[in-house]
């Protein structure tokens, strides 16, 4: 959907803080490509978005932040960035015939790109038409571009930066690979990267290092980010699954001066999608749903009867239902208590009608992982929250993640603090179009709804599944003393005690940071807003690769996109070693990254209670770094 005005600043906005863009056409055998491009929209910046304001045309932090990418940049590379040529060589050439039908939107050109890059069987599978159209649902979300660099870190690999008027910054990274194609080789496309990019991205390579030093720079980095008020937050590195780095930094609570420890648990932002994900894979391969079933199968009393009809679980997973979000006028002005259950969210949307013929394009949906929510619930006859507890947390081993009502007392919680004070003075302030008596109501300080407050207004939402846990439900959950790290483990060996335990001090106030107690929902859904510790991820990390939460073609589906049914050859285990994840989530006071890497054996985990892009930015610098360490042992 384009809008103009304020709603496509705020659409802008959204998709700086929630788009992390991974394009990947992966493998599926020795000989083929995967029958399609996997879009899945993470967000390093996030994803989750509980925001509940309208954005006026003056620049929001983010927006100064992105302002000042390139400057920074030039200032690290010493010299201004200009605007590069496409090298010469076939990768080149091919290269730059992407990126001129990408920036002009082309159809045609874009259709004769995939034409010739993809081998044939691929475009069977898949037309090149097909392609084309889903990735200019991408384009229309850049707007007018600018080339700002080209390289080639590596042999067969193109990296085109660009920024737009908002003045992000991208990276779009082809990656191509030489095949026999009859008589001769050619380079086809292995694979498509669209993802935000930093300063760091169009500095000078680091040289090559070993990994004590690179965990050395790291932690010097980490520390000044913290130092400097810009950091907040526990990172996890890991080789193998094996913690090589783990610290915490910062305050958990700045009005009582409590530290981040190792097993402070942080909203996930949207990563808890992946865990929606799973449920749909987990009830598809026990046959109690298809990815071709229609949302009407599981939601008869959907308000819109066009989604009923049209829309398949399949569209919902990939984000090309056209379902749209659930912020807006309605979430903006609705008490935030009121929003206790998956189910609560769905007024906010559900009536509204589609933005797009489903299948047709790709669009970031909240409101569409809201919808799996329901269906799950009512495919398996458990509550949504119950049944990720069972059968994804529980197996994994995750004992400190959960979807906590912000009124429940839970131990070990981050607050968010967020520094959009402008943007949160505007939602203290009672619209002027209400009545005295809605003014008050929307005014209040914060209510607590009782149970049967919020059965009542659980009951009236929208498209509502009945569950057989409703009542369990009413519940707040949290973790017993038995389910938590124990300090000792937590920092030995590799962890540490966060610096500001060892000299307790009075956190001085600070006007610019506030608690985002009012940009949040009493509690999150399945499109996002679960909280976890560290640990808690690098568990699920770990069983995702393992199998131990899906069957192996099912995993395969997550990692690729690729359908178990549409696998030719049965031993998908051959390319568990191209199996790599990039997720994140972000919202005011909250950012966090889980990033894992299969090839390389590295998994990185950013948890952080400040705006974004402060788990994001440490998660690039991180990343960056353990580049240097690989590019030595490649040597």
């Not at 080639?152 to 030489?178: A, M």
């Not at 599944?465 to 790290?485: D, F, I, L, W």
């Not at 509690?523 to 679960?530: I, K, Y």
């Amino acid at each position: 959907m384009i809008m103009n005005g304020k709603e496509n600043n705020k659409s802008n906005f959204l998709a700086k803080l929630k788009m992390r863009i991974k394009m990947r056409i992966k493998k599926r055998n020795k000989s083929g490509l995967a029958p399609g491009i996997f879009l899945s929209l993470i967000a390093t910046m996030a994803a989750f978005l509980l925001v509940i304001f309208h954005l006026s045309l003056s620049a929001s932090p983010y927006e100064k932040y992105n302002r000042d990418i390139i400057a920074q940049a030039e200032e690290k590379s010493g010299q201004k960035q200009t605007v590069t040529v496409f090298p010469s060589s076939e990768v080149g050439k091919q290269a730059e015939s992407f990126w001129k039908a990408f920036e002009r939107a082309d159809r045609a050109g874009l259709t004769e790109f995939f034409r010739t890059a993809l081998p044939s069987d691929n475009l069977r599978e898949l037309p090149a038409e097909e392609r084309a159209g889903r990735l200019l649902g991408l384009r229309q979300r850049f707007g007018e571009m600018r080339l700002i660099k080209v390289a080639s870190p590596v042999s067969g690999t193109i990296e085109i930066f660009i920024t737009n008027n908002q003045k992000e910054l991208f990276k779009i990274g082809l990656v191509f690979e030489l095949r026999s194609n009859g008589q001769s080789k050619n380079y086809f496309l292995k694979g498509l990267l669209v993802d935000e990019a930093g300063p760091e991205d169009l500095a000078p390579p680091l040289p090559a290092m070993s990994l004590s030093q690179a965990l050395q720079q790291i932690e010097e980095e980490i520390k000044r980010a913290a130092a400097e008020d810009k950091f907040s937050g526990v990172v996890l590195v890991a080789q193998n699954f094996q913690p090589i780095f783990f610290k915490a930094y910062g305050y958990a609570s700045k009005e009582f001066s409590v530290p981040n420890q190792l097993n402070t648990r942080f909203n996930l932002g949207s990563i808890n999608k992946i865990f929606t994900k799973i449920a749909i894979g987990q009830l598809a391969h026990k046959g109690k749903l298809s990815l071709d079933d229609r949302l009407g199968k599981f939601m008869p009393g959907y308000p819109n009867a066009e989604a009923r009809e049209k829309v398949t679980v399949r569209h919902l997973v990939n984000m090309t239902s056209g379902i749209g979000d659930f912020f807006g006028p309605e979430f903006r002005d609705t008490p935030k208590d009121f929003i206790r259950h998956n189910r609560d969210y769905l007024r906010f949307f559900a009536s509204k009608p589609l933005a797009f013929e489903p299948g047709s394009r790709e669009m970031y949906s909240n409101g569409g992982y809201v919808v799996l929510g329901e269906i799950i619930s009512a495919a398996s006859g458990m509550d949504y929250y119950e049944y990720v507890r069972k059968n994804i947390f529980e197996p994994a081993g995750m004992k400190d993640s959960d979807w906590f009502e912000a009124d429940a007392v839970v131990a070990n919680v981050a607050e968010g603090y967020t520094k959009q004070q402008e943007e949160l003075e505007k939602i203290e302030s009672p619209p002027q179009d209400k009545t005295p008596a809605e003014q008050k109501l929307l005014s209040r300080p914060g209510k607590v709804m009782n149970s049967k407050a919020a059965d009542k207004e659980e009951s009236s939402s929208p498209g509502d599944v009945g569950t057989k846990n409703q009542e369990a439900e009413k519940v707040s959950h949290t973790s017993s003393p038995k389910n938590r790290v124990p300090r000792a483990e937590a920092i030995d060996p590799v962890g540490s005690v966060n610096p500001v335990l060892s000299q307790p001090q009075e956190q001085p106030a600070n006007p610019t940071w506030r608690r985002n107690i009012y940009t949040r929902p009493a509690r999150g859904s399945a499109a996002g807003g679960g909280c976890a510790t560290a640990e808690d991820l690098l568990r699920f990390a770990r069983a995702l690769y393992e199998c131990r939460l899906l069957s192996e073609p099912w995993t395969n589906w997550v990692f690729t996109g690729q359908e178990p049914e549409k696998t030719n050859s049965p031993k998908v285990g051959e390319n568990r070693k191209q199996w790599s994840l990039a997720i994140a989530g972000g919202a005011p006071g909250i950012n966090a990254v889980l990033e894992f890497d299969a090839g390389m054996g590295y998994t990185i985990i950013v948890l952080s209670n400040y705006d974004p892009p402060a788990a994001g930015q440490i998660a690039r610098m991180v990343g960056r770094y353990l580049k240097a360490v690989q590019s030595l042992r490649e040597n």
